[in-house]
């Protein structure tokens, strides 16, 4: 549970960074829709993988083959491999965090 706070208190503070005058453009419609689809389905595959009992969740998951979904990816395997009691949801909601803060300029 300790890490789940951890967790949750590193997403806030990093939004709260990023919601100043330093963030040079708010994330784009389709941004938020990719970030959207691409962490809901990293997040249900790795909840099927722990479901079933594997322990490499870096083997498991499908990466996306942009370096953007790769980095995504391989945040949310952290995530859910430093806490077992992360919940889909709150796997992709960390998940996509990251994917609009990541995601490529211009």
């Not at 953007?68 to 806490?83: H, K």
Request: hydrophobic share 40%; proline share 3%.
């Amino acid at each position: 549970m300790k890490t789940l706070h951890s967790l949750v208190a590193a997403a806030g503070l990093a939004a709260f960074l990023a919601s100043g005058p330093a963030m040079a453009q708010a994330a784009s419609e389709e941004v938020k829709r990719s970030c959207r689809a691409t962490t809901g389905r990293i997040a249900s595959m790795i909840e099927n993988l722990k479901r079933r009992g594997v322990k490499d969740l870096e083997q498991g998951v499908h990466k996306p083959s942009d370096n953007w979904g790769e980095q995504v990816a391989t945040y949310m395997i952290q995530a859910a491999s430093r806490s077992d009691s992360l919940s889909e949801a709150e796997l992709a909601s960390l998940g996509y965090a990251y994917c609009v803060e990541r995601r490529p300029r211009g």
